[in-house]
C-alpha cells in the first residue's frame, strides 16, 4: 500500500501537467512501514531520456541525480521508497517499458494519466518478486 | 572497512539494516563480502557473476564505471551507494 498526502499527490500531478506533452518523473521520499510506503516528500526529477521525439512516451532519471536526491534524503532522514512517473493520454498501468527497465520489487511505481494537459487518475504498482510483472497496489490518498 | 548503503527495497535482504559494513580492499571484493554477510542480497544485485544491468555503483558519490570498476581501491572510511538506473514508458 502507498500512503500519500494529497497535496504532495497534487505536487506529482501538477508535474506531470507541466511536463506534457512529455513524460514527467521523480522520486518518492519516505519511509517503508510493515509493507507500506509511506510518502512525506516528492522529488521531481528531469526526463533525462536520450530522444526528445520520444519524451512523450518514454521517461529515464539520470543515476546521478537519483544519488543527489538520495544522500539530501538520507541528511532529513528520509528513504527513497519510490518512483513517479506520468503517462501523456494513455492510462496509468505500468507497461512493458516499465517492466523492462523496473530495479527492485519494493518499490512504488506511481503512475498518472495526464489527458491533454490536464492531470486525471494515478494509480500505484510494485513489482512482483519473481519480476514476472507489475502487481497493482492500494494507494490512500490522506 | 568500507560501509555500503542498502537501497530501502532491499533492507528486508540485509537484515533491515540501512547500511552494512564490509572487508575487502576493493569495490568488487567489498561487494562480494555483502553477499557473504546477507546471501539474499545476491540475486537482487547480480545476475550470475556481474552486476545486474540497472545497477550503478558509486563510491563517495562518483560512478565506479569512471573510476577502475570492481578494482577500485577502498579505503577503511569510504562508502558505497548502490543506485538503480530507471526508465519505462506508457507503451
Known amino acids: ?142 | 572497512m568500507a560501509t555500503i548503503r542498502i537501497p530501502t527495497p532491499l533492507r528486508p535482504y540485509s537484515g533491515g539494516q540501512s547500511s552494512v559494513v564490509v572487508s575487502g580492499t576493493n569495490v568488487g571484493d567489498a561487494l562480494l563480502d555483502l553477499t557473504r554477510q546477507h546471501p539474499q542480497l545476491q540475486s537482487h544485485l547480480f545476475e550470475g557473476e556481474a552486476l545486474r544491468s540497472f545497477v550503478n555503483v558509486y563510491l563517495n558519490k562518483e560512478d565506479i564505471r569512471g573510476l577502475q570498476g570492481s578494482n577500485t581501491t577502498l579505503k577503511p572510511d569510504d562508502t558505497l551507494m548502490i543506485i538503480p538506473s530507471i526508465a519505462g514508458g506508457r507503451s
Not at chain 1, 528513504?79 to 523492462?100: E, K, N
Request: hydrophobic share 40%; glycine share 8%.
Open chain 1, 1 to 142: 500500500m502507498l500512503i500519500l498526502p494529497v497535496n504532495i499527490h497534487t505536487q506529482i500531478a501538477a508535474h506531470g501537467a507541466a511536463s506534457y506533452p512529455h513524460e514527467g518523473c521523480g522520486l518518492l521520499l519516505g519511509a517503508a512501514e510493515d509493507g507500506r510506503n509511506v510518502v512525506t516528500a516528492a522529488c521531481p526529477l528531469p526526463n533525462v531520456w536520450p530522444v526528445v521525439s520520444e519524451k512523450p512516451e518514454r521517461f529515464r532519471i539520470d543515476p546521478n541525480d537519483w544519488r543527489d536526491v538520495e544522500l539530501e534524503a538520507i541528511s532529513e532522514g528520509l528513504d527513497v521508497i519510490g518512483i513517479f512517473h506520468s503517462h501523456p493520454d494513455h492510462p496509468p498501468v505500468a507497461s512493458p517499458r516499465d517492466l523492462a527497465w523496473a530495479s527492485w520489487p519494493g518499490y512504488s511505481y506511481l503512475i498518472t494519466q495526464v489527458i491533454a494537459g490536464e492531470p486525471g487518475m494515478s494509480r500505484s504498482w510494485q513489482l512482483a518478486a519473481d519480476r514476472s510483472g507489475f502487481n497493482e497496489e492500494a494507494v490512500e490518498i490522506v
